[in-house]
């Protein structure tokens, strides 16, 4: 048995063991963080450095679950995991906890730069043939200015205020976190269409990338930003999101890579309007925990309307949002640029497109996308109320309570000006109902089709080898 194959078996364990903690996250502060509530821990008195509220086990539950279902998809028979790889993985989960529940944005650094360093040695294991050098100073040269600025202008602890209203967050701070997340993003995205990433490193720089915007919900639990702050964020996630829709027009940009720099773009125009409209926050933070948990979906042929039936909540929120804040073009385009960026995933490459541990049938990524979809296309109703409004209520200091948003479970959600009149509509129920019907309905003229419809038949004649067509009745 080789050491690749022996690896195996300590992946497994590793993919075991991060759902076995986004179950004990679940379980220990699900019912903490449900009714707003929040526990902040200290390893030695005087000094808290860590805090669960419902923003922190959204993210470290979606992360670890991430890992635990997309490591197996990403790593088969064809492309093996070694024994560093597999510790290399164990430590992005460590590092990801860390950012999930750190309190103070030194050790929320640390946890980033510990995720960091492990991507950039995964790429020196697989052979990236990039330059590491260049790839490791874009990794840890926006953690460096994160630093710089934490000394020059000192960022407060990642906890609501105690009485009063919050500060904003000055302008440089603010531009500083805009332009942390776009570097440490930007990189991968622009990388991207010259070097191929082995699948098991394409993975990682995925859900690096989608981490990346977590610093700006950090931010917002302790203060929101100033107007010209929430203006620079709205533009730059603006500019994000158009340059990479000019990309997959004009690159052949990865799959994986396309859909987690649009979540991530999406995510940066959403938290910038988030303190001019909680809607935006709504979807902005639904784009990152949809982007994370499609990756394990990733290798599906169907991966685009996948991407599409998932973003299409995110992209309505945000736009919602946008509209409450008087940014009618920014909710012009989201909702066409995400379908478009869906319609390109389609026709774009996978990694390896590797059949994983699991052969052909690929049960867990199916019943992955399965679930989401139950969740977000048919009852998106159950995600607003269970995971999105509570993260939202999290973000205290930066973001006010999303009390437009009403949901109706026979309807889907609905979004009401202060005169009681309806802006807006997400009748998710039953255009599922009706998608399903349709489904139905092409399936069986599809198999009718094949019934009363010749098809043609490949014969070969290896005397002269030459390829002739017959056709015959099925």
């Not at 669960?52 to 997309?70: Q, R, S």
């Not at 720089?205 to 990346?212: I, S, W």
Request: proline share 6%.
């Amino acid at each position: 048995m080789t050491s690749r194959a022996a690896a195996q078996p300590f992946l497994w364990t590793l993919c075991a063991l991060n759902l076995l903690l986004a179950g004990l996250q679940l379980f220990v502060f699900a019912p903490l963080v449900g009714g707003g509530r929040s526990l902040d821990v200290s390893l030695w008195p005087g000094d808290l450095l860590f805090r669960a509220d419902a923003l922190n086990v959204a993210f470290g539950v979606a992360w670890t679950l991430t890992l635990a279902l997309g490591l197996p998809v990403f790593a088969g028979p064809h492309n093996p995991v070694s024994m560093k790889q597999a510790g290399l993985f164990g430590l992005t989960s460590i590092g990801l906890l860390v950012m999930a529940y750190a309190r103070q944005p030194l050790l929320f650094l640390l946890g980033w730069e510990v995720v960091g360093l492990s991507l950039w040695l995964l790429l020196q294991s697989v052979g990236w043939p990039g330059n590491l050098r260049r790839a490791a100073v874009a990794i840890h040269l926006p953690g460096l200015l994160l630093l710089l600025v934490i000394f020059i202008d000192p960022l407060g602890p990642f906890a609501p205020p105690q009485g009063g209203a919050a500060v904003a967050w000055s302008l440089l701070a603010t531009l500083t976190m805009g332009a942390v997340v776009l570097v440490r993003c930007g990189y991968w995205f622009v990388t991207g269409w010259q070097q191929s990433f082995p699948s098991q490193a394409l993975f990682c720089v995925c859900l690096d990338m989608l981490a990346a915007p977590f610093l700006l919900a950090k931010a917002l639990v302790a203060a929101p930003w100033s107007d010209l702050g929430a203006w620079s964020l709205a533009l730059m996630g603006a500019a994000a999101l158009l340059g990479v829709l000019f990309a997959s027009l004009t690159r052949s940009v990865d799959a994986a890579l396309l859909v987690a720099s649009s979540a991530v773009a999406s995510a940066l125009l959403g938290f910038g309007l988030a303190p001019l409209s909680p809607l935006a926050a709504l979807g902005a933070t639904a784009f990152l925990l949809v982007g994370a948990l499609w990756l394990t979906m990733a290798t599906l042929p169907y991966r685009g309307a996948l991407f599409f039936a998932q973003g299409l909540l995110c992209a309505w929120l945000v736009s919602q949002g946008a509209l409450d804040a008087r940014y009618r073009m920014v909710a012009a385009l989201l909702l066409p640029v995400v379908a478009f960026i869906a319609f390109r995933v389609a026709d774009r490459p996978m990694g390896d497109n590797g059949t994983g541990l699991f052969g052909s049938v690929r049960v867990i990524p199916i019943t992955c996308g399965l679930i989401l979809l139950v969740g977000l296309v048919i009852f998106p109703q159950a995600a607003v109320e269970w995971v999105l409004r509570p993260v939202v209520s999290a973000l205290a200091g930066g973001v006010g309570v999303p009390s437009t948003l009403q949901t109706n479970w026979g309807v889907g959600l609905l979004v009401r000006s202060q005169q009681e009149n309806v802006l807006a509509a997400l009748p998710a129920t039953g255009i599922a109902l009706a998608l399903f019907l349709t489904c139905v309905l092409l399936y069986w003229l599809r198999g009718l089709a094949r019934l009363i419809t010749p098809t043609p038949a490949i014969s070969r004649n290896t005397d002269n080898d030459t390829i002739a067509l017959e056709t015959h009745a099925e």
